[in-house]
C-alpha cells in the first residue's frame, strides 16, 4: 500500500454539553465565606494570667519598707575597636560608689581601670588568693566556684557582661578571695587596682568622705533582704526590757502611670452601607483592630524599658544558666529564688530547648491543666509560651517566672475600666465623626502597665541558648 493510501487520523466529534455549568452556577450562588483571618493573633498567655488591678487617677504607687540597698547594679562600657573603656557613671552601680556625683573623680577612677582579654578556661581569680583589685566584666561569662563542704568544687554562680567581682579589694588591704572565677568563654574585663583606687582617693576628699560614711551606712542593723530591721525580742524570760522599734518606709515610692496604645480606625461610608451582609464589615475591622492592640499591649508589658518585664526584675533576681543551654538544675535555680512561683513565660523556642535540655537528663516536663488546656510544666509550675520574649542573633533568649497578685505581693497589671465608650475592660472605641471624603473614624485605644510589688516578684533566666547543639 502506498502512502497515499493511507487514511487520515479521525478526530472525535465533541459531545454536547447536557447539565448547567459550576463557573455558570456559582453567579447564582451565594458562596460561604470565613470571617477575616489574622496570623498575627497568639495565645496572649501574659495578659491572660496577670491578675488586672483598677489604677484609678491612671498611677498606681508601690509602697515598699525602706531598703539599705547600697549598690549591685550592673556596669556598661564602650567599645571602640577592641579598646573597651568604662562609662564614668556607671561606677556608681558598684557599693562602695553608690550615690557618689563628682563626675571628675569618677573620670578620674575610670581612666585607671586597665583592659585584660581571657581565654576560655583560663582561671582569672584563685581561692585564697589576695584581693588587691576589682574586676569589671565587660564581656564573656566567667563562673564562680568553691569548695563544697562534702569536698570537690561547687558552682555558686555565673557572672556575665555587667558583673563584677573582687569590691572588697577597694576598702580592706587584708581582703582575700573566698573563690575561684573561672572563665566559661573568652571575654574581656577591666581592673581597678586598690593602688590606684587609694592614689584618687588622697586626692579627692569628697571621696573620702562618701568612703566613710558608705562604711556608717553598712553598719546599721538591716534583714537579709536589705531591708532596716524591725527590732523585736524572743526567747527571753522574766521582765527582760523590749527594744523599741518603728517600721520605716520609702520616701520616694515607685508610681507606675498607665501607658497608652492607640490607633485610628477608618471605615468608609459605602463599605458600612453596602457590603455589610453576610457579616458586619465594621465590626469585622474593630475587631482586628483590637487583636493587634492586645498583641502590642503584650508585647510593651515584656519589652518595655520603663514597666516591661525584662527591664524591671531585680538585678539580684537575674541569673544565667551554667551551660548556656536551659537544664532542670537551671530551672530549679530560678525557681528557688521567690515563694509561690505562679507561672514561667518563654519564647516556643525557648519551650524547645528545655525540653531537649529535660530529655537529655532523662526527665520529661509534666502536664498541668490551664483552663483546660494542658501545658507543660516544672515542679507544677506552667511554663507558657509568650513570642513577645525577644531572640538574640546568637540565639539567645529569656525565661521570665513571677509570682503574681496584689495579695501575694506578686507581679500584677494595672488598667482602668468604665472609660468612655469602652468596648472591652480596659479599651473604648470612640466615635471621631465623617470627613469630607465619606470616610468614618473612630478612636481605639487601651491603658495598661505592670508593677512589680517585691523585688524577688519577678526572676529572669538571661542568656538561655535555646539553638540546639549539632552533633
Known amino acids: 500500500m502506498s502512502v497515499d493510501s493511507i487514511p487520515e487520523a479521525q478526530t472525535p466529534p465533541e459531545t454536547p454539553q447536557q447539565s448547567l455549568g459550576t463557573a455558570a452556577a456559582r453567579n447564582l450562588a451565594s458562596t460561604t465565606k470565613s470571617v477575616p483571618q489574622m496570623q498575627e493573633i497568639t495565645s496572649r498567655w501574659l495578659l491572660r494570667m496577670l491578675p488586672w488591678v483598677e489604677a484609678a487617677g491612671g498611677a498606681y504607687r508601690v509602697n515598699r519598707r525602706l531598703r539599705h540597698t547600697l549598690g549591685d547594679g550592673r556596669i556598661e562600657f564602650v567599645q571602640e575597636g577592641a579598646r573597651v573603656r568604662v562609662i564614668p557613671g556607671e561606677l556608681t552601680e558598684l557599693a562602695l560608689l553608690r550615690g557618689f556625683t563628682d563626675t571628675d573623680v569618677l ?8 583592659q585584660r582579654d581571657f581565654a576560655a578556661g583560663e582561671v582569672l581569680v584563685a581561692r585564697g588568693g589576695p584581693a588587691d583589685r576589682i574586676h569589671l566584666i565587660a564581656h564573656g561569662r566567667v563562673s564562680q566556684t568553691t569548695e563544697g563542704k562534702y569536698g570537690g568544687e561547687i558552682t555558686t554562680a555565673v557572672l556575665a557582661d555587667g558583673s563584677h567581682f573582687g569590691e572588697q579589694a577597694l576598702s580592706d588591704p587584708d581582703a582575700r578571695h573566698d573563690c575561684t572565677f573561672t572563665a566559661e568563654t573568652s571575654g574581656t574585663l577591666l581592673t581597678l587596682t586598690r593602688a590606684d583606687f587609694t592614689a584618687v582617693q588622697a586626692s579627692a576628699p569628697q571621696l573620702r568622705a562618701h568612703v566613710d560614711d558608705f562604711h556608717t551606712r553598712a553598719r546599721q542593723r538591716q534583714t537579709k533582704h536589705g531591708e532596716a530591721e524591725i527590732a523585736l525580742s524572743a526567747g527571753h524570760v522574766g521582765e527582760a526590757e523590749l527594744p523599741g522599734t518603728f517600721v520605716d518606709y520609702e520616701l520616694r515610692p515607685r508610681e507606675y502611670e498607665l ?7 477608618r471605615i468608609h461610608t459605602r463599605v458600612g452601607d453596602l457590603y455589610n451582609g453576610p457579616m458586619n464589615q465594621s465590626e469585622e475591622q474593630l475587631r482586628l483592630t483590637v487583636e493587634a492592640l492586645r498583641e502590642r499591649q503584650e508585647h510593651e508589658l515584656v519589652n518595655n524599658r520603663e514597666f516591661g518585664l525584662l527591664h524591671n526584675a531585680d538585678f539580684k533576681q537575674r541569673i544565667q ?11 530549679d535555680e530560678l525557681l528557688c529564688r521567690r515563694r509561690g512561683t505562679k507561672l514561667f513565660l518563654a519564647h516556643p523556642r525557648t519551650i524547645a530547648a528545655i525540653g531537649r535540655g529535660f530529655n537529655a537528663c532523662g526527665l520529661y516536663p509534666d502536664h498541668v491543666d490551664l483552663g483546660g488546656q494542658s501545658v507543660p510544666a516544672w515542679r507544677g509550675v506552667p511554663i507558657l509560651p509568650c513570642n513577645k520574649i525577644p531572640i538574640s542573633k546568637e540565639q539567645t533568649s529569656s525565661i521570665i517566672a513571677m509570682r503574681t497578685g496584689e495579695k501575694n505581693q506578686g507581679v500584677i497589671g494595672l488598667r482602668q475600666t468604665e472609660l468612655p465608650d469602652e468596648y472591652e475592660p480596659g479599651l473604648s472605641v470612640r466615635f471621631m465623626g465623617i470627613n469630607e471624603q465619606a470616610v468614618i473614624s473612630y478612636l481605639v485605644s487601651t491603658y495598661y502597665s505592670a508593677a512589680v510589688l517585691l523585688p524577688d516578684a519577678l526572676g529572669v ?3 538561655v541558648q535555646i539553638a540546639p547543639v549539632s552533633r
Not at 573620670?107 to 586597665?114: E, G, K, N, P, Y
Not at 544558666?321 to 530551672?331: F, I, K, S, V, Y
Open 259 to 265: 501607658s497608652v496604645a492607640q490607633t485610628v480606625l
Open 461 to 463: 533566666m538571661e542568656n
Open 107 to 114: 573620670t578620674a577612677l575610670a581612666d585607671r581601670c586597665t
Open 321 to 331: 544558666p551554667r551551660t548556656g543551654a536551659p537544664t532542670p538544675d537551671d530551672m
